[in-house]
């Protein structure tokens, strides 16, 4: 499996606003998977989450997670940009601002839930793999 | 996070032929993500893969997974169930009965590629959770 960098035309895949899922270690060492929206900046993945999540805690807990990013599922096959990394920081999203910034990416309207906490989290990607 | 089963509406969602990503456990324990076809069956799930895929070594070392089933993405929100729980048995898809069963269920067609060996999987789930 390729270490990062990616090269320019995945980093490109995965400037779009794509559907993925994230994948993190509950406290029994198993994994945990979800579908959630990212961003993609400086070869570091946004992710964001209400406070109350528990893959917040399972976060955490091991920073080792991985995210799938999927492409066009023409033909019924889905291409893919997988990544495997370390959430590499952990912080509160008081003015809503990330998650703003994740809202107009996928539905171009800031988040309509505002009274909920939510948490920032960048993940580092150290390993990658795809199927284009 | 409720045990299985699940109730009827879900056990509809996933006998639809929906994109889903699996997540297993790499030999270190961090969790590898990858998009797969599967057909639910009886309370169990179906996956199949080329016997050269790494998963399938990380699948026998530690059965432990974990499948997001994703729905529409309508308003950019993801909606999808989600299953927590182990491979209880991996078998040689000799025939290839069971790729082209999920060929044709994802594609209307028999599956394209002959040559290669597969294998099927298939993933009892002990928990689950969805977002509808």
Redesign the interface.
């Known amino acids: 499996?390729p270490r990062v960098p990616v090269p320019p035309e995945v980093d490109e895949f995965l400037q779009l606003?794509n559907?993925a899922?994230?994948?993190?270690?509950?406290p029994d060492?198993?994994?945990?998977?979800?579908?959630t929206?990212y961003d993609w900046e400086d070869g570091r993945a946004l992710l964001n989450m209400e406070d109350s999540r528990?893959r917040l805690g399972f976060m955490r807990r091991d920073p080792?997670?991985?995210?799938?990013v999927?492409g066009s599922?023409e033909?019924?096959?889905?291409s893919?940009v997988?990544l495997?990394g370390r959430i590499v920081s952990i912080e509160d999203d008081d003015s809503l601002a990330d998650i703003d910034r994740l809202?107009l990416r996928?539905?171009r309207k800031p988040f309509r839930n505002r009274d909920r906490k939510r948490v920032s989290a960048w993940l580092e990607p150290e390993r990658w793999?795809e199927?284009r």
């Open positions: 499996m606003p559907p899922v994230v994948a993190t270690l509950r060492g198993s994994p945990h998977t979800v579908p929206w528990v080792r997670v991985a995210l799938t999927l599922g033909d019924g096959w889905y893919h997988s495997l809202a996928y539905t793999h199927w």
